[in-house]
């Protein structure tokens, strides 16, 4: 009995700290909010958010809901993070494989890349291709064309899109007035934080690729040789498929790492989750509720990432291998 | 001859790598002469304005006059310039008081570090608030520019330490209750963006607290940064935890240690120094995570750098403003990278 309590009450007293601090907490706070005449709950989501939002895939005007407002933010940090994580992949494997090069200048350059970026912060870098495009960019009346129909501007970068309205035709933007009609424009926010997020991720993902390719024995590429192989074929065929299996683990963490990190346009005025969270408690002083919806919701994010990354892993396990 | 033989061996043995040479070699030479071009030929280094200064440089060349004129803001923001001194013996402590605690002779007992780093942090604190020794006191809201960011960085990660050895006890505690608060806790921070925490503290803060208490924006920040660096430090001492066999724990019980001699005497000391090179990487993620204070309207380094280029008289130059606070993370940043590379060579061996 006394072993059973011996174990029970350090627990217990614990737990009792915890939840106790927890009540001083809620009780101070809902004292607080009862006194500026906050209303609790998540009512505000069904009112009107009176806000623009400049950015948006699924429609929006400020005639619709805060909930609404959320929906879209989320929608944009999605496009951020899927587009980032398979920019930053395909990057981060070029320069991991080029950090590894036989050619000294190649592996030189890879690990200037590496080491510049990864002790630089991610915000600074931001705000330097932010001011890039918003700053250094000409106008839209001498903006830069790199391809018929793709003009670089301050106003951002124009790219023509198909069109089905009246048979098939490509939208392309053109001059009118004094910005771009037509087509898509990616706006310098927007620009500027999926480079800046793919770049930086890019660095971090670099390293693991290298850790995953010198993780791979030695004798595997040496017998891929022996067998007539190229040494491209070898990695291609033999070292990387096996070094996923060390990638992998690590890669999960910088995907979450990327989508953390894209809340950081918050600071440059991209309307993701971050940013339309920031506005609506600005606008409704429902702190509480808006903060821990976003967590919540980065969390549920995180998770996903990891699950479906995890899937992907128990598949490339060895057979027959214990987990 | 030799290093004939070098350069065909590294740089031109095969035609797909010599032309892989020669193509990075041009890109690369053409970068490195485009930015002495930009950044010392064509650059200005004294001008009144920035006006007078891009009509020196032509557009061509980088307008160093502006650092020239902004440096002092950029590292100490609004803190008094007479008082400037001040800001500026606490940042040569702070960096003094690192590179001594690199110093492994200094590891033998943990009395030596701390005492410095406590007597080191009243006389900065003394030094930045003043109000005593005929210093005038100079409020936390003029604490800008690198003084700021090596205070929040320090301070949060020194206040987050104990924090985070509790958790990684905790996680590998026997006790179930224990554990469960534990993994959540680190989990739940770890799923969230550093930001949607600043915000919290910053935002909720406030509302924790009984009413008429108030308490000052750079304590916000600190407890957010701290509440963060915790859950990411206890993952890296958890793996030093991990780390120690197990026998050490056996043989700490065959000796009848208690659970807190064995944890204080065995374990921990075991566990800290396998993971300090993985624990000197948190350090540097932390102290580039503290430019994210900027966000709840802290006056940091990079604060006081994008602040810097609005100014009318010497708008836009944001590329000069950037390389030089970049050049200062840079600095930091890189060098506690090696000092961990080191570490970590010379505990392999």
């Not at chain 1, 891929?224 to 963490?253: E, M, S, Y």
């Not at chain 2, 400037?84 to 001594?100: E, K, N, T």
């Not at chain 2, 991990?242 to 005497?265: C, M, N, W």
């Amino acid at each position: 009995m006394t072993a059973k309590l011996r174990i029970l009450l350090p627990q217990l007293l614990v737990l009792a700290i915890v939840v106790g601090l927890g009540a001083y907490l809620i009780h101070n706070t809902l004292d607080n909010l009862a006194r500026q005449g906050v209303a609790t709950g998540f009512a505000y989501l069904d009112r009107e958010a009176a806000f623009e939002i400049g950015e948006k895939l699924i429609p929006y005007t400020s005639a619709d809901s805060y909930g609404r407002a959320l929906l879209v933010g989320l929608a944009n940090t999605l496009e951020v993070g899927v587009l980032g994580c398979i920019l930053a992949t395909i990057l981060g494997l070029i320069v991991g494989v080029a950090r590894m090069s036989r050619n000294w200048l190649i592996r030189h350059i890879a690990a200037l890349y590496i080491q510049a970026i990864r002790n630089v912060p991610l915000l600074l870098q931001l705000f330097v291709w932010w001011d890039l495009f918003r700053v250094s960019a000409p106008p839209p009346r001498q903006a830069w064309q790199i391809m018929p129909g793709f003009f670089l501007s301050n106003r951002g970068l124009t790219i023509p899109l198909p069109s089905f309205e009246g048979g098939f035709h490509w939208d392309i933007p053109h001059l009118a007035g004094f910005n771009f009609a037509g087509g898509h424009i990616v706006t310098p926010e927007f620009a500027a934080l999926l480079i800046g997020l793919v770049i930086y991720t890019a660095a971090f993902i670099a390293e693991i690729v290298r850790a995953g390719i010198e993780g791979v024995s030695k004798g595997q590429t040496e017998a891929a040789l022996a067998l007539g192989l190229k040494p491209r074929q070898a990695l291609f065929l033999i070292v990387l498929p096996q070094a996923r299996r060390i990638i992998l683990p690590p890669l999960i963490t910088d995907y979450q790492a990327l989508i953390k990190n894209s809340s950081l346009a918050v600071a440059i005025g991209f309307p993701e989750l971050m940013a339309i969270t920031n506005t609506t408690l600005n606008n409704t002083g429902q702190a509480i509720e808006a903060i821990s919806l976003m967590m919540i919701i980065y969390l549920g994010l995180s998770l996903i990432t990891s699950a479906l990354l995890n899937w992907y892993n128990a598949r490339l396990a060895l057979k027959g291998m214990a987990r | 001859m030799k290093a004939i033989a070098w350069a065909r061996a590294n740089l031109f043995n095969g035609v797909w790598n010599t032309i892989l040479t020669l193509v990075a070699g041009y890109l690369i030479a053409r970068g490195a002469w485009m930015a002495i071009d930009w950044g010392l030929i064509h650059a200005a280094w004294s001008a009144p304005d920035g006006r007078a200064c891009r009509a020196i440089t032509n557009d061509e060349g980088a307008c160093w006059a502006f650092i020239e004129q902004w440096y002092r803001f950029i590292l100490f923001g609004r803190f008094p310039p007479g008082e400037q001194w001040r800001a500026l013996i606490v940042v040569i402590l702070f960096i003094g008081m690192v590179v001594v605690s690199c110093d492994r002779r200094l590891w033998r007992s943990a009395w030596p570090i701390t005492a410095i780093w406590v007597v080191g942090l009243i006389v900065s604190f003394i030094l930045m608030h003043g109000g005593v020794l005929g210093l005038p006191v100079v409020t936390t809201d003029l604490w800008n520019g690198l003084p700021l960011t090596l205070f929040l960085s320090v301070i949060a990660l020194a206040g987050a330490f104990p924090l985070a050895i509790l958790l990684a006890l905790g996680r590998r505690s026997d006790y179930p209750i224990i554990r469960a608060l534990s993994v959540g806790y680190i989990e739940l921070v770890r799923g969230v963006p550093i930001i949607s925490i600043l915000f919290m503290a910053s935002v909720m803060l406030p509302l924790f607290l009984p009413a008429g208490v108030n308490i000052d924006n750079l304590i916000r920040a600190l407890v957010g940064l701290m509440l963060f660096y915790a859950a990411a430090l206890a993952e890296v001492i958890r793996g030093g935890l991990q780390a120690i066999p197990t026998g050490q724990y056996e043989a700490a019980d065959v000796l009848g240690l208690s659970f807190g001699q064995k944890t204080r005497l065995v374990v921990l000391p075991q566990a800290l120094s396998i993971t300090i090179p993985p624990l000197v990487n948190t350090f540097i993620a932390a102290f580039k995570d503290t430019t994210l204070v900027t966000i709840v309207g802290l006056f940091d380094l990079l604060t006081t750098a994008s602040n810097s280029i609005t100014d009318p008289q010497w708008r836009g130059f944001y590329v000069e403003a950037y390389v030089f606070v970049a050049a200062i993370y840079f600095v930091f940043c890189f060098s506690m990278s090696r000092y961990s590379r080191s570490l970590e060579r010379s505990t392999e061996r």
